[in-house]
């Protein structure tokens, strides 16, 4: 059986095209987010647009950019979850997983791009404080790509501290 994120089944290979759509379609928390970063020729994310979006050709003027709904969307609305974190554990951990399943995708693009540099240097670079309790939800595939982003990003001593007493993984 697929692993459901927010009721929906995730397709067992994803490819890179496809990610900007079902990051909108599993974490619609962001789609208001996602229509005010937008431009004119991007309409709302209705879940018809966004089934629209999963088929839309990577270079289609109409789509914001997966690098772009990570970095400024996603990676924003995973940490507003920890404001209540015991309010909100189970859907950190839905995203959480919906990383994990994106991050053992044998793409470069994915692993590289999307969680090496628009997730993890995000959360490095402006979030490092809150990285201990991101840690408690990230799956292994996932924390072997933060592991690797770390040399590309100065860290404060605490975090370097925690990643190096946490590399049991």
Not at 23 to 40: C, H, N, Q, S, V
Not at 107 to 125: P, Y
Request: proline share 5%; aromatic share 12%.
């Amino acid at each position: 059986m697929n692993k459901k994120i927010h009721g929906t089944p995730i397709p067992k290979q994803i490819n890179f095209e496809e990610i900007e759509g079902l990051t909108l379609k599993y974490i619609p928390e962001i789609r208001d987010a996602y229509d005010k970063f937008g431009w004119d020729s991007i309409p709302y994310p209705s879940d018809e647009w966004i089934e629209e979006l999963i088929n839309l050709d990577i270079h289609d003027d109409r789509r914001l950019g997966e690098t772009i709904v990570f970095e400024n969307l996603l990676v924003p609305f995973l940490i507003s979850l920890f404001e209540n974190e015991e309010g909100n554990n189970e859907r950190i951990q839905e995203i959480m997983d919906f990383i994990e399943h994106l991050a053992i995708q044998n793409d470069s693009k994915i692993n590289g791009t999307l969680i090496n540099f628009c997730f993890w240097n995000e959360i490095l670079n402006r979030y490092s404080d809150k990285l201990p309790r991101i840690f408690q939800y990230t799956g292994t595939r996932s924390k072997e790509i933060l592991y690797k982003s770390i040399k590309y990003v100065n860290i404060n001593p605490q975090v370097q501290e925690f990643l190096h007493d946490n590399q049991h993984i």
